[in-house]
């Protein structure tokens, strides 16, 4: 029986291209090839262990991409971003101004507002955990001079102090509950009544220890004594 044998020889003499469909073999390294049309390169053929060998070597995630090569990559961002944008969980908006809208920021980090009188902070927008201070604040009928600051919790404006009380002047004798102030030594329980006929005269703690008393000067001799 005759034999059929394709086109063969060994690698260094494998032309670059060949007619379509014209099989190559190199017998030196065992590879087959196919023709693609004369000028056009050859396609090598693999193995089946050649095959598992390349696939191997193939990197599911560990190779990377600049988002110039990935199709459509501004796109998907910013459909991304505007899905997330204002949202529970997702990020911050900016407004014409480039700043962010009150409504997405926590009361408790919101501005403060400085007016003039009461008819200024009725027209304010306000949200619950506003702080306005007002510094005419008479209109307020609570309020009789000078100031105050208000917060508004989500209804209406609560008045949480008074600017006029910072500089308040409160009498000794409107203080309830305040200390016993003496200002004169013949005012303490355990002195001498009267400085009457005193003059001259030394303090001195009583022999029974009961208080202080008026002494006369020491004025006689001292005497060490003799051993």
Do not use: C
Request: hydrophobic share 35%.
């Amino acid at each position: 029986m005759g034999t059929i044998q394709i086109k063969r020889g060994v690698a260094a003499n494998l032309p670059t291209s060949a007619e379509h469909g014209e099989l190559l073999f190199t017998t030196d390294t065992k590879k087959f090839f196919v023709g693609n049309g004369i000028g056009n390169p050859l396609s090598e053929f693999k193995n089946a262990s050649e095959i598992v060998s390349l696939l191997a070597e193939k990197s599911e995630h560990g190779h990377t991409h600049t988002s110039i090569e990935i199709t459509d990559f501004n796109t998907a961002v910013d459909a991304r971003i505007n899905l997330q944008k204002g949202v529970a969980n997702g990020i911050a908006s900016l407004d014409a101004s480039g700043k962010i809208p009150t409504t997405q920021i926590p009361s408790t980090f919101k501005e403060a507002a400085v007016v003039g009188n009461i008819a200024e902070r009725d027209v304010l927008t306000p949200f619950a955990g506003l702080h306005v201070l007002v510094q005419d604040a008479t209109a307020d009928p609570t309020v009789e001079t000078g100031g105050a600051e208000y917060v508004y919790d989500g209804t209406t404006y609560k008045k949480i102090s008074e600017l006029n009380s910072l500089d308040a002047v409160i009498d000794w004798s409107n203080i309830q509950n305040k200390p016993d102030l003496v200002q004169n030594f013949l005012d303490f329980t355990d002195t001498p009544d009267s400085y009457a006929g005193m003059a001259g005269k030394l303090i001195s703690v009583k022999p029974d220890l009961s208080g202080l008393e008026f002494v006369d000067q020491f004025s006689g001799n001292l005497d060490g004594g003799s051993f």
